[in-house]
């Protein structure tokens, strides 16, 4: 079953390329400071650098439809807390969580008139429990997990659900760049000791998609890490 409209927050990132080359949709609206740059020809799909600076141009191609949105802003600076700076905090809480507020608050209002929405904020489970040097990414992304419910309890009245997707490990350039004993360690963690695939992923957005009764919850795609 093809999603209706599909949007996605941080798509120039290497895991949400790989969830638009695997699921099908109506519609597709990228937003991403650097996916900008390329052309794009196919009139089903829409690249903006910002949601709110466009919205009037997304409500006209997403009314009446049915909107499922992913949140995948992802921003760190690793560091020990001792060794952290304000800056460096700031900067992590406004690009994972205060901008995550805004544009969701802003997307609610179309999917009010739509009468349906499905919000999915992309978590990690590596940053919820936490980790030497990424004190503000896990600040956060536990942060990300209040305003999750805190949508749900509120929109849940306009079928609006609203949910955590906690990533474990995947095979993404960033992961791939950690040294191997480093990598050993960290999957050693989880009940599976292999990474992820783009598969799993994909059947979790559908299954949180057509799925009404599911709300104000977070889904753990991790292999059991612990």
Excluded at 28 to 55: A, E, M, Q, W
Excluded at 119 to 137: H, K, V
Aim: hydrophobic letters at 35%.
């Amino acid at each position: 079953m093809d999603l209706d409209t599909v949007i996605i927050f941080g798509a120039g990132s290497f895991i949400a390329k790989q969830i638009i080359k695997k699921i099908k949709y109506n519609r597709l609206i990228c937003i991403s400071r650097s996916v900008k740059k390329f052309k794009n020809k196919n009139k089903k799909i829409k690249i903006f650098d910002s949601f709110i600076k466009n919205i009037e141009e997304i409500k006209k191609f997403t009314n009446n439809t049915r909107i499922t949105a992913l949140f995948l802003n992802n921003y760190t600076v690793d560091n020990l807390i001792l060794n952290k700076t304000k800056e460096e905090l700031r900067l992590e809480i406004e690009e994972n969580l205060l901008g995550v507020f805004e544009n969701s608050k802003e997307l609610c209002k179309i999917m009010i008139n739509n009468n349906f929405g499905r919000l999915i904020f992309f978590s990690s489970s590596r940053g919820l429990t936490s980790d030497i040097g990424i004190s503000g990414y896990s600040i956060s992304k536990n942060g990300l997990r209040g305003l999750m419910k805190s949508f749900s309890k509120e929109f849940a009245r306009y079928n609006i659900t609203s949910n955590c997707l906690s990533l474990g490990f995947f095979d993404s350039p960033l992961f791939l760049k950690i040294k191997p004993e480093l990598k050993k360690k960290l999957l050693s963690k989880c009940d599976i000791k292999l990474t992820g695939n783009i598969d799993s992923i994909k059947n979790s957005i559908y299954f949180i998609s057509q799925s009404k009764y599911l709300t104000g919850t977070t889904l753990y795609l991790d292999g059991g890490y612990n």
